[in-house]
């Protein structure tokens, strides 16, 4: 199929709007360290208004997660899409809790978008039971293991302030902000 150019497209032609994404915070920014308060009924609104720019964010980025702190909100929630197969499969957890972690541990690279082109190991649970509450508020339970396991890990550690940089050695985790620090400075 012949894409049109964009330039020969009307803007009124009918065609979806963009999403503008939101800006994701990079560390050591002060935000990703504070431990988030629980979504309540009258911050309902707000989550329909920042998810899309949420995702839009995540996807353009790209990443498989992003927690309402790394786009300077202080409530707990996150999104969760490993886009397997290249089909998109959006989670939003709400006020998530781990409320089981299988004794097997698996070890993992990770990455984050607060913290841009660094990654590591990190050893997990390899599987856990998340309860949450989806966009309707409906109260969820997803038993996960493998990679979505970890994506639940690391977007909830978000929640309570924690990197995951902090589940390395000290020595690691200097060497990383370090790293990261004078990337960031290079690019101005």
Do not use: W
Request: aromatic letters at 4%; hydrophobic letters at 45%.
């Amino acid at each position: 199929m012949t894409q049109i150019p964009s330039a020969a497209v009307p803007a009124d032609a009918g065609t979806r709007p963009a999403i503008e994404p939101i800006g994701i915070l990079v560390a050591p920014h002060p935000v990703l360290r504070r431990k988030t308060r629980l979504v309540g009924p009258d911050d309902r609104a707000m989550l329909r208004d920042v998810l899309p720019r949420m995702f839009e964010a995540m996807y353009q980025a790209p990443g498989i997660g992003l927690a309402a702190p790394q786009v300077g909100i202080d409530l707990r929630f996150c999104i969760v899409d490993l886009h397997e197969n290249d089909v998109r499969e959006p989670i939003v957890l709400i006020n998530p809790e781990i409320v089981a972690e299988s004794e097997q541990l698996a070890a993992r690279e990770e990455g984050c978008l607060s913290l841009p082109g660094q990654y590591a190991e990190v050893v997990r649970p390899e599987g856990v039971t998340v309860r949450f509450e989806d966009e309707t508020g409906a109260a969820r339970e997803i038993k996960a293991d493998g990679l979505l396991a970890t994506c639940f890990q690391h977007e909830i550690d978000h929640l309570d302030g924690i990197l995951f940089v902090d589940h390395l050695s000290a020595l690691k985790r200097n060497m990383i902000m370090r790293r990261l620090a004078k990337e960031m400075k290079a690019k101005g």
